[in-house]
Structures are given as C-alpha cells and as structure tokens.
C-alpha cells in the first residue's frame, strides 16, 4: 500500500510584528512544518513500520525554500517527496482549496496512492477544506479531524474515531481508497534523529511545474482575494497586575483570597 | 440563480447544535444583504421535531430530509447538493464544525463553489467580503470571494442564535439519496471520565504551551496543591501526553465554569477560549501582551510563568 501525504511548510508570526499591506513582513515570518502535518506523517510512517504501507511519499505546494521543511518530514521516515511549484503561483496572495485540490489531485493521479492523509488544517490560512475536498474530487472515501486510526489491511478498511466536540468521539469504518485529515494528538510525532536527518539528504525531492502535472494556468486561477490585512483589535478590558513577579503574583493572590478560592 | 440563502443546520444524538441557531441568525443577516429568503435544510435525526425548533424568526422556509439519524457525509453532501439544485441559491451556509468540516468541503468541490471557510464575519454588496482569521487569531483579513455563488462555513459562537418563533413554510424534501456509501458510523465513545472532573471544579489552574517542557509541570503542580485547585491544561499538553484527555479544557475536550480560571501560559486559541469563557473570572498569566487570552481576562498579568508561578506558590505555602 501506498500512503501519500500532505505536508505543508507554514509561516509563524512573531509576538509582534507589522504588517505590509496584505502580508505581514517577512522579518515576523518563521517557517516551520505545519503541526497537524507532522502527525499524519508519523502515522504514515507507523503504517509503514506496522506493516500496511510499503511506501510513504510526501506531496508539498511550496516553493524551493520549502525544501528544508519537506527534509525533515523525510528524516522522519518519509521515502521520497514532490514538490509542485510554479512561478505562477509567486503571486497569489491566497492559494484557494480548490487550487490546493486541483494541484494535489493531479499528483495522486500520477502516485496511485491507496492512502492520503492530510492536516485537518494549516497554521497559517486555517482553511481546514483541502483533504475532504481532494477526497470528493479523486472519488475517494473520506474521514475529518481523525484522531485515532486502526488500519485493517485485509478487509482494506479504516477503522477511525472522529474527535467531535466536547469530548466525543464518532467511530467510523472508511473503506479505501481514502482521505483521512488527521488530528493533533493521534500519536507522537518523533524527533528526526541525527541518522534519519542525513538519509533524508539522499532522499528524492521532485520538483514539478504546472506542466510537468499536465496542468496549465487556469487550474490556479484563485476564487478568493484577500483584499485586507489587520491586527484585530484587542477588546481587553481586563486589569493588568503591575510590578516585578513578586509584586504582581501578590495581587493575583489578593484576587484569589477575596474570590475565596485560595487561601 | 435566486438570491437565497441555504443554511444547513446541525444536530447530534437527538438534539440540534447551538451553531443551528447561529446560522439563522448569519443566513438572515446575508438574505437580507443579498434581497432573498433564508432557506433551512435539516437533514436525518428526528427531522419534524428539529424543524419545530428551526422555526425562528427570520426563517422562510425549512426543508427536511429524511435519511439515517446521525451526520453522515455522504447523506449530507447528496442532500445539499440536491437541495442546491432545487433552490439554486446564492450561498449555502453551512457550520465549520467537526462534521461541517467533514461535508462542507465536498459539497463546495461537488457544486463548483468558491469555498470560505471559519468566517467570523461577512458583507455583501454586489459581491461577498468574507472576514476570517489566520495564523491563530494573531491577524484577520478581508477576503474577496469571486463568483455569483458562493459556499461559506461559519464559526460558532460569532453570531448569537436566532430567537423568536417564526412562520416558515415546512416541507419535506425528497433528495434520492444513495445509502450505499463507503462509510459508517458505528458509534460514538465519551472521551475523558477519569479520576477527576473538572467541569464540577471551583477553581482551576490551567496551562498551555507556555510551559514548554513536561520537566516544568511539578511546579504547577505545586501551585495546585498550594491553592487547593484543580489541573486542566489547553490542548497541546494533552495531545504531548503530560496529561490526561480528562483534563482538557475547550471546544473538544470540556466546558468549564469555574469561580476563578487561572490561565497560565495559554494564548488563548478560539478552541479553547469555547471551553472557558463562562468562567466567573478569568486571570491570565503570558509573556504575550498581545495574547488573545487578555481579551477576555478580568485580570492579567504580562510575564514569565517561571518568575510568576514561584512567588504565587510562597503567597500560599
């Protein structure tokens, strides 16, 4: 079985930061794999451990600089990797899901993966859509914000809780080929270890044009524009201890004795 | 195309969500804008019941669908798809829930729909302006949505509920659903239980990613024996396994609500801001003065949990 995933590099923003226009400046930005990323790729690379995966291919929207993300998603255990990227998507302030779908899309046509797990979202645009929209459009069964997978390989079912809010769970059979969107918390991402991180090194990364995936420019035509950028604005009205720790932790103390839950 | 709006609501083990309501409440604010009816869809479950309820002011129509009990998103994509041709509306909303999450994208995919996910806000004149978040609440931003129709999910708890009873025409909708898909709920598990509730608790200490290392949590656990209270934490200390599921505070772990909600070293994500904001009063401990958490503190306190937390501990000891 073959299991791809999704691995995106996101931006982090600074405690504080400016912002320029619809961007916030480069300066504020570290990149990073996106946290939910890194948990489908451990449970991929599980899968292949445990047995049901003979191959766990990683697939990124990213330009070049993307790169050292995608090495340590194959430090971690991932055999290769693809890279799409174009010149025509320098611009786009906002890569819709239906863009992000179209690009994933044409790279499973080209893997034939009988598994794809995504994030349930990305640190950085939250759209939360791009698995469960790749899985309607490929005509694979689906499953959202999974957060404990039991593959059975025979019967090539996936058998799936659901984290549903305040604390419930939905169990779930999927049949495969399928989308799981995984969830933080469904297993503990290692650490890529000093050996994994020089495999990675020799490791393919294929890098692909829009062309190269048989796609032309119309395929990242964007629905959505971000037309503005803004700090929202703090509502705070809370009262703000001042002084060193000593001085401030006195006055929480205070608090706490007059609300009459500590004493 | 109308100038109709189609909210989708959402129910769950026999009861509707609180987020059915707000999407009445965002579906009219947007027919209004857009000069159409509001259009309800309720799908499974005990529908005749659901759409009594659905029935609020501001509704004009409520479409029933008659397929299985639970969310299934098989049913849930077929049906809205089918419902959309029917009504060919302008936008369908829908909850950016769990299980919208688990539709949503589909249906968006299925009818070639511009997608607008998590709004926490939206316009409309002559064309959609969807407001959403992003990296974690730290910006938010204006997006233009292309296209005469749109598909948009609403984050709860941003619109109040619709109240008032209503008049609206029901009708039950024959969508021809195929049941023979290639997924099955086959049930649902409580998670959490364990050796303490937290919900019951009057005081709670709870901590986030600010403690940064596992090795740091004796110190909490210090101050909670000090103070006599009661551990929680925000999600990723659970998910890094220091604690136990039982005592995750937020939208998928527990609702609490406390005398007094001691937030150290936690942001304040909107998930977990759902499981604590009906605290009596919120004190919040983080470095980040810009922290969403101090928007809705009562108290605060700009610093180091590591300088902070000692000296509370001597305050008690």
Redesign the interface.
Known sequence: MKVLVTVKEV???A???E?EG?E?DERYLEYDLNEWDDYAVEEAVQLKEDGPADEVVTVTIGPERSEETIRMALAKGADRAVRVWDDALEDVD?L???TK?NLLKAVVEEEDPDLVLTG?QS???????????L???IGF?????VNALDFDADEGVAHV???????????????VP?VL?IQ??IN?PRYASLRGIRQAQSKEIAPKSLDDIGLDADAIE???????????E???D????EG???E???K??E??RE????? | MSPDVLAVAEHRRGELRDVSYELLTAGRQLADATGGDLHVAVIGGDTESFAEELDREGVDAIHTVSEGEEFNHDVYVQAVEALHGELDPQVVLMPNSVNGLDYAPAVANRLDLPLATDAVDFEYDDGLTVTREMYGSKVETTVEVGGDQYAVTIRGAEWPGAEGVGDADVAEFDADIDTDTGSTVTGFEEVGGGDVDISEADFIVSIGRGIEEEDNLPLIEDLVEATDATLASSRPIVDSGWLPKNRQVGQSGKVVTPDVYLAIGISGAVQHVAGMKGSDTIIAVNTDPNAPIFDIADYGIVGDLFDVVPELIEEFE
């Open positions: 931006a982090e923003v405690d504080d930061f912002i619809t916030v906002l819709d899901v239906e779908t349930v640190g950085d645009d939250t759209f939360g859509a791009t698995g469960v929209s899985a309607d459009e069964q689906w499953g959202a914000v809780h659901r984290e549903l809010e305040g604390g419930v769970e939905e169990l779930t059979d999927i049949d399928a969107t933080t918390g503990e964007s629905d959505l524009t971000l037309t503005s950028m803004y700090e929202p703090s509502e705070s809370a009262e703000i201890f060193d720790a000593s401030t932790a006195g929480l103390a608090v706490l609300k009459g839950v500590a004493e």
